[in-house]
């Protein structure tokens, strides 16, 4: 579905990424996870196509399966639209489009210039909106949605753009707990039902723990580990990464601070 | 209302106030005297078609530079447009090109375009467009290029007057040679923008999000600022500097219409074009047979009934 061979991103003279060899199989739901500025929100950004990497390339399935993978700078916007949807960290609001006609928004990959939405576009819309909750928010403006629901309304964005891929960068974060398993729920499900390939950022250990089936983990411009969650979440592998102590507990992480060494 | 409804109602309103507007005036004529008029033909006619042009043209401009740059305080003029065209006026003035058809205009239009030419290689890295140093190159190089222009009337006093007048705009010497080289320009623009007006509202929600969405941004930024820029340099050229029009009546079109531009910004075009037509009909009639400057005008009709709009909308806001 997505494969990334060697790929190196730099922002001036600073390495960000180096030489990074990555493949996400069709309804993967990988978590993310590394330090602050380890470079997991660029990795995203190559993928979607928002940012050149400096050398190697990402390859993405034009149509859903495992079937030839193509480069995406060979797509245009449009056709990479069709295919990734990117929800970003902080969803914005400074726009008084309402509810709906911002998951509409997720239409337009679909649509002609000058032409209006059709009737499929319209059910396509109710029925994401219906799916994440948010059919009754349909007539809010973003500043009246609370961060939860606003974050919902994005998320029914990126389902209506009816892509394989979904990537999301840390939509949990600013949210409160109950929140949190709310949007992890809802992706879970999507990734069950609709067998959509999710990449996700996230900071909450626990939280990839509990819902996301792989991780990949990113340390020193590479990939320090990747597979199943819970083995890359191991104990040694948390301590290189974060620098941080953890006890595994019944599928759950005891964390706390390394003790300094006097 | 529907949308084509609604706009064929703004074209036959905005086409009956044009027949009207053209029958005030000092000279007064019936229907029968105004077909064979020389005053209706030659000097109505094309200040009337000049003024709703340059109108519809500001007022497009407006919402699709709003948009682009996502910021409601931009009006077509942010770019330094408005500061080029004048310094280009001021010097045809003092050279003494008037008496040359279009002598002041064609000298504002290639100072306008150098200056926003000159913007644009500043704010340009690798092929793309920074738009916060496009603003502030915008607005540094106006204030650098009024000083000039400042400096030049100290140095030529006998042609101070002259030029504040051309800076504050006016159609008084419109005339169909004027229509036929605003026109094309306008007729053109005012289809890119309505063209593109889906992916103005894309932008409008950050253009990374409007790539994601399927936008070539960089593409169709620049492919409107180029058409903007062109249709705002014939404009000012043909007519002086008009303010306000454009920042405000994108605006009052949104505060009815709600932020989507494909209603945006064709209702913009109609409700630019008759806002112009009014401001320029009192500005031509009130004080008979003088004439007011249009541009102050503009504000001093528009601003009170924005501040209203404002007001009556506190909740939208």
Not at chain 1, 99 to 112: A, D, H, K, W
Not at chain 2, 177 to 200: E, I, N, Q, R
Request: glycine share 8%; aromatic share 8%.
């Amino acid at each position: 579905m997505i494969t990334l061979s060697h790929l190196s991103c730099c922002f001036g003279e600073k390495q960000i990424l180096h030489d990074i060899n990555f493949h996400v199989g069709e309804g993967d739901f990988y978590a993310i996870l590394g330090a602050n500025g380890c470079g997991k929100t660029t990795l995203l950004r190559c993928i979607a196509g928002l940012l050149t990497p400096n050398s190697g390339e990402v390859n993405i399935s034009p149509s859903g399966g495992e079937a030839t993978e193509r480069p995406i700078a060979s797509f245009s916007a449009r056709e990479l639209a069709q295919r990734i949807a990117f929800v970003r960290q902080h969803a914005q609001t400074d726009f008084e489009f309402s509810g709906f006609e911002t998951v509409l928004m997720g239409r337009n990959p679909y649509q002609r210039r000058l032409q209006n939405e059709s009737q499929a576009d319209w059910d396509i819309v109710e029925q994401c909106m219906r799916h994440t909750n948010t059919w009754h928010l349909r007539f809010s403006r973003p500043h009246e949605m609370s961060g939860g629901e606003l974050q919902r309304v994005m998320i029914a964005r990126a389902l209506a753009q009816s892509t394989p891929i979904i990537l999301l960068d840390e939509p949990t974060s600013n949210l409160d707990i109950a929140h949190q398993f709310d949007i992890m729920e809802l992706l879970c499900d999507i990734n069950a039902r609709e067998h959509k390939t999710i990449l996700l950022v996230v900071h909450d250990l626990n939280l990839a723990l509990q819902y996301c089936p792989q991780a990949l983990l990113l340390h020193d411009k590479g990939i320090l580990a990747h597979g199943a969650t819970s083995e890359v979440l191991a104990p040694d592998n948390i301590r290189t990464a974060f620098g941080v102590e953890a006890e595994p507990q019944q599928g759950h992480l005891s964390l706390r601070p390394m003790t300094k060494q006097l | 209302m529907k949308r084509p409804v609604a706009v064929l109602l703004l074209a036959v309103l905005l086409l009956a106030a044009m027949v009207g507007c053209s029958m005030m005036g000092v000279v007064r004529f019936t229907w029968q005297e105004m077909w064979h008029s020389p005053i209706f033909w030659q000097l109505r006619m094309p200040r009337i078609v000049l003024s709703v042009m340059v109108g519809a043209t500001l007022s497009v401009c407006g919402a699709a530079y709003q948009s682009v740059f996502r910021n409601p305080l931009t009006d077509p003029y942010v770019l330094g447009i408005s500061s080029g065209a004048s310094l280009g006026a001021a010097i045809a003035i003092i050279a003494g090109l008037q008496a040359y058809l279009w002598g002041i205009g064609s000298c504002a239009l290639l100072t306008a375009l150098l200056t926003v030419l000159f913007i644009y290689r500043i704010a340009s890295i690798g092929n793309r467009m920074h738009t916060t140093t496009l603003l502030l190159t915008g607005v540094c190089l106006t204030f650098l290029i009024t000083a000039v222009i400042s400096f030049l009337m100290v140095l030529h006093h006998d042609k101070m007057e002259s030029i504040i007048f051309w800076t504050m705009g006016s159609f008084a010497s419109s005339s169909w040679f004027d229509v036929a080289l605003v026109a094309p320009v306008t007729l053109a623009g005012v289809f890119m923008v309505l063209y593109h007006s889906k992916d103005l509202n894309l932008l409008l929600a950050g253009s990374e999000t409007a790539q994601g969405l399927g936008v070539e941004v960089e593409k169709v930024k620049r492919r409107l600022l180029f058409f903007t820029t062109l249709m705002v340099a014939f404009a000012v050229s043909s007519c002086g500097v008009i303010g306000f029009v454009g920042l405000v009546v994108p605006h009052c079109v949104r505060l009815v219409t709600g932020p989507d531009n494909r209603r945006v910004v064709p209702y913009s075009i109609f409700v630019g074009g008759l806002f112009m037509l009014m401001c320029d009909t009192l500005a031509r009639t009130v004080l008979q047979p003088s004439e007011l400057p249009v541009g102050s005008l503009t504000a001093l009709v528009g601003a009170p009934l924005f501040i209203y709009l404002l007001y009556k909308n506190k909740k939208r806001i």
